[in-house]
């Protein structure tokens, strides 16, 4: 119970952005398997030890919690091969952080790392940019967007060359501020554009043009705590945001951190897992496909590839590259005890889906 009171009643959280960006490409034509249903396999994820509560950014793993509740330093770039994956070192943050934000600029070959929590359990309100070839840190003057560092959300766009920061909690409540990151200059500009109501723990994941879709995450719905159930599309070419899928009845309930991976042809969004609780003290085990032309949810049924291996219900999970033919790798996470998941699964699409996910 001390760790509970230690994370407070906005915490653990992280970015949702646990779909910052998706895996590195690959120059392989996927091959027809026959399959027509999603299904999860347990898969491999080497040089990486399990955590929850890191960020994720375009193939990079950032921080986190390990099983002995030591919060990390420890930057990995993670790589697809036959048996799974394998992550590399490729430097340290500044100060272990946990349930902060990330972005990864490729064309620079630099992370951007912004907020979270630091390793005696307090808000972390600075960022940092690292080059993965180098492992050099530069500290970076935020402008105010990392003042809400619990739970940002945020992403890089490369048709833009420009980076965007979303939302975040602190003690004092949730931001609904959206900032862009010159990554020429190096500096962070508040942006004066309408958008989702303040909130953290949402989930990211980039689209083709260069925006990006966000799903769900908690914030304030009058004087109690509200679970989003709505997803909105950022436009970079206006810096606007519009609603893409209303909540609805047939909605998946609203959570924080989300699992998220979008298709090829960013026809279908599928969502899950993730924790409905202000302090993370109950999980979830579902998951959802949205039809993005319609707007319209339905649950899956998923299998598994060995009986009793199928996920359990999860929070603080989050999305790393797959394999070719699935739509990505759920990796280790906690349950509602903030026990330490050492798995991971590959989830498997139907061949009609098969390609590059994000």
């Known amino acids: 119970m001390r760790l ?25 034509d996927p091959v027809p398997t026959g399959r027509t249903t999603f299904r999860f396999e ?7 030890t399990p955590r929850w509560g890191a960020s994720v950014a375009d193939g990079h793993l950032l921080g986190g919690v390990d099983d002995t509740m030591r919060v990390t330093d420890e930057v990995f770039s993670l790589a697809r091969g036959d048996a799974g994956l394998s992550g590399t070192s490729v430097g340290a943050l500044d100060v ?27 808000d972390e309100t600075t960022a940092v940019l690292i080059d993965v070839d180098t492992g050099e840190r530069t500290p970076l003057e935020h402008g105010g967007a990392a003042d809400h560092p619990v739970g940002c959300m945020a992403f890089f766009s490369p048709s833009a060359d420009r980076g965007y920061v979303f939302g975040g909690a602190d003690q004092s409540g949730f931001s609904a ?3 862009r990151w010159d ?12 958008g989702p109501p303040g909130r953290y723990d949402a989930g990211v994941v980039p689209l083709a043009d260069g925006g990006a879709l966000m ?29 893409v899928a209303p909540a609805t009845e047939e909605a998946p309930p609203g959570r924080r951190y989300p ?39 339905r649950a899956l049924e998923v299998g598994g590839e060995v009986e009793g291996e199928l996920p359990a219900a999860r929070g603080f999970t989050f999305r790393l590259p797959g394999p070719i033919g699935t739509a990505g790798v759920l990796a280790f996470g906690s349950d509602a005890e903030l026990n330490l998941y050492q798995d991971a699964f590959a989830l498997t699409v139907p061949d009609d889906l098969a390609g590059e996910w994000r």
């Open 42 to 48: 347990p898969v491999e994820v080497a040089g990486v």
């Open 183 to 194: 990554p020429e200059a190096r500096t962070f500009t508040r942006l004066d554009v309408d």
């Open 177 to 179: 501020a959206t900032w």
């Open 259 to 297: 699992w998220l991976a979008l298709s090829p042809d960013e026809s279908t969004l599928v969502m899950g897992f993730g924790s409905d609780s202000p302090r993370g003290e109950s999980v979830l085990g579902d998951l959802w496909r949205l039809d993005l032309a319609s707007g319209a949810w």
């Open 96 to 122: 272990p952080r946990f349930c902060g934000c990330a972005l990864y600029d490729e064309g620079r070959r630099e992370l951007v790392m912004l907020g979270g929590r630091d390793d005696f359990y307090r």
């Open 215 to 243: 799903v769900s995450g908690m914030g304030m719905g009058g004087m109690a705590m509200k679970f989003y159930r709505d997803v909105w599309r950022f436009d970079v070419a206006s810096e606007s945001w519009r609603e």
């Open 4 to 28: 509970r009171h230690l994370l407070g009643s906005i915490c653990p959280c992280l970015l949702g952005a646990a779909c910052l960006g998706g895996p590195p490409p690959v120059d392989e």
